[in-house]
């Protein structure tokens, strides 16, 4: 059984910071990456930025570089996501993520996630 649960969200003005947290418990054989997405209502889900458990990052959206940092514990079971000078355009539901095996950067194949956290940036 594998578990995600994701804190931190909440409601900022812009410019401002979230760190959001995600805990994973349950089976680590195999789990090489743990993931954030974020989805606003009637819009397809997005891949915000993963990392191997192993080291080593991906950011999939180009609106995020420079401004969001994902990193992870020692033990690879917590995932954090620094987000900084944050915009309106950043409001959505957040989701963790985890995947078994294969590449990071393969967004359709995680396996396992979290219930969300709700970011919402006003102007």
């Known amino acids: 059984q594998v578990q995600l649960v994701e804190s931190g969200g909440g409601s900022v003005q812009a410019g401002g910071s979230l760190r959001l947290v995600c805990v994973a418990s349950?089976?680590?054989?195999?789990?090489?990456?743990l993931g954030w997405f974020r989805q606003v209502p009637e819009k397809e889900r997005e891949g915000v930025a993963a990392v191997y458990t192993g080291g080593g990052s991906v950011y999939f959206a180009d609106s995020v570089k420079g401004r969001f940092t994902i990193s992870q514990d020692d033990a690879g079971n917590t995932v954090y996501l620094q987000m900084n000078s944050l915009k309106p355009e950043d409001t959505a539901t957040y989701y963790c993520?985890?995947?078994?095996?294969?590449?990071?950067?393969?967004?359709?194949?995680?396996?396992?996630w979290g219930q969300g956290t709700q970011v919402t940036v006003s102007s």
């Open positions: 349950g089976t680590v054989y195999r789990r090489n990456c």
């Open positions: 993520a985890a995947k078994y095996g294969g590449s990071c950067r393969r967004q359709d194949e995680y396996d396992y």
